[in-house]
């Protein structure tokens, strides 16, 4: 196991959840091996306290600010309320009933493939500057407008340097999860500097009756600080949102027992 272990660390995260889906017996190997999903080129945290300006928060306290610096993750209930958590929902219902989602892929293009056992939700992809879309669903499309003055904050207030944001929505039907895995790698450039495909995780929950029972946590594993690796499962319950960094927080979604929506 030590020896497969050691070539499974050679391999990229997506061969290795694809060995992982099609021999599940190994799935020891495939996500315990010594770097796990963790890539050799993992990206390092942005500083966003060296140049922050309190005076420009807004959705941010300067508390949340340090603390997704030094803690690579933070936790906010209550976001909007539970008026807008509702309508949010009623949107992404409608959005589901009409065949709209469609089961999520790893990898892009050619190389794109899917393991229902491995990731087992059904995505979209939302634009904010999708008109249609908009007048069809007002109140996903408002949740879009604020997770874009999120960026904007953090790009005023941190220099966080922030381009672009992209949105989907995810629906994870009973009995689905998503094993372990980060959501960006640093991919190369012409240069002699990687640029990293994403940076900053948001999720935003809007399962407004979640109850223990239901499953379906996050599961957050903290960077190791000595022998015995750490984590905290953050339940995904409505009107939460959980921000972390994208390229060096490997997570999971463990098994669900009832459907678990986020954008």
Not at 48 to 53: Q, V
Not at 64 to 84: A, E, P, T
Not at 121 to 144: A, C, F, M, T
Not at 231 to 259: A, Q
């Amino acid at each position: 196991v030590t020896t497969a272990g050691r070539k499974m660390d050679a391999l990229p995260t997506s061969l290795k959840l694809k060995i992982l889906g099609f021999t599940p017996e190994l799935k020891d190997v495939v996500l315990n091996s010594s770097s796990s999903t963790h890539d050799a080129n993992v990206q390092e945290i942005p500083n966003i306290t060296r140049y922050l300006n309190s005076s420009r928060l807004r959705f941010f306290t300067e508390q949340d600010i340090h603390s997704l610096q030094n803690n690579h993750f933070i936790i906010r209930d209550n976001v909007y309320g539970d008026k807008k958590l509702l309508e949010i929902k009623q949107d992404a219902t409608t959005m589901h009933l009409k065949g709209e989602l469609r089961p999520a892929r790893m990898n892009k293009g050619e190389d794109s493939w899917g393991q229902s056992n491995i990731r087992g939700d059904e995505i979209k992809w939302l634009h904010v500057e999708d008109d249609n879309s908009r007048q069809q669903y007002p109140s996903l499309w408002g949740l879009l407008d604020e997770l874009e003055s999120i960026r904007s904050e953090l790009n005023d207030a941190c220099e966080f340097n922030s381009l672009k944001s992209q949105v989907q929505i995810a629906r994870y039907a009973a009995e689905t999860r998503y094993v372990r895995h980060k959501d960006a790698f640093l991919r190369p450039t012409s240069t002699t500097q990687s640029e990293p495909t994403r940076r900053l995780t948001v999720l935003y929950y809007l399962n407004d009756s979640w109850v223990p029972s239901d499953g379906g946590c996050l599961r957050i594993y903290k960077p190791k600080s000595g022998p015995t690796e750490e984590y905290v499962d953050v339940e995904p319950k409505g009107d939460r949102m959980i921000m972390f960094w994208s390229g060096t927080v490997d997570h999971e979604v463990l098994l669900s027992h009832n459907v678990r929506v986020a954008v």
